[in-house]
Each structure stands twice: as C-alpha cells, then as structure tokens.
C-alpha cells in the first residue's frame, strides 16, 4: 500500500511537474524571443517557482500552503537555478547545444533531484513546524 501510495505521488509529480515545464518553458521561448537566453531563463525559472510551489503543495503532496515551506522552497529552488544555470551555460557555450533545447536537457537531468528535495519539503517535520 506504500509502494503505491508512493508511485501515486511520483506519477502525480511527473503530471504536474510536465505541466509546469511546458508553461515555463514557454515563457522562457517567448522572452527569449526579446531577451538574451540569460535573463529569458532567469525570468522564467522564477515563475516556475511559484507554479511549482503550487503544483506541488496542493497537487501532487496535497499538504496545503504553509508560511514555512513556502519560505523554503524558493531557498531550494534558487540553489538548484545556480546548478541548473551553470549546466545551461555549459551546455549552451562549451557543447554547444541549441539554446532552445538546452534548457529540456537541464529540466531532464535535474528531474530525479528535485523530486527528491520536493518530497523533503513537504514531508519534513522540522520545515513544517
């Protein structure tokens, strides 16, 4: 019954996580269209956060907003994006993948660690107290 209420989440997480990339992700494409690559992907990873912090507080761990794990998230968020930035600016400038795609490849590799850290947030009883 764990195994599935876990894969439930999991599956969930990957709905709702494939929403979010495909709303930031075309943020991302259109401000990318009037800004460089930098700050199209800045703009857009920040409103991913939000979204995300939705998703997944309400969606996907069903847990509801709190003041503290909402204080958080962006604080997990906002180390990944240095990572995350990183891993594009590479990809972009020394592999020299298109900056269009360079972004999914980033989302992609990053996928299994940011669920991971989601389910952290939302289960931990030391951010929710």
Do not use: D
Request: with cysteine; hydrophobic share 50%.
């Amino acid at each position: 019954m764990l195994k599935q209420k876990l894969n439930y989440k999991f599956i969930y997480f990957i709905w709702w996580g494939g929403i979010n990339t495909l709303l930031t992700y075309t943020i991302y494409l259109c401000l990318n269209l009037i800004l460089n690559y930098k700050l199209a992907y800045f703009l857009s990873y920040f409103i991913g956060i939000l979204c995300s912090y939705h998703f997944n507080s309400n969606k996907v761990f069903k847990v509801g907003y709190s003041v503290k794990t909402f204080l958080f998230y962006p604080v997990l968020y906002l180390s990944q994006f240095g990572f995350s930035f990183l891993l594009l600016y590479v990809s972009i400038n020394k592999l020299q993948i298109n900056e269009n795609i360079a972004p999914l490849l980033v989302i992609a590799f990053l996928f299994p660690i940011t669920y991971l850290l989601n389910k952290l947030i939302f289960y931990s009883k030391e951010i929710k107290t």
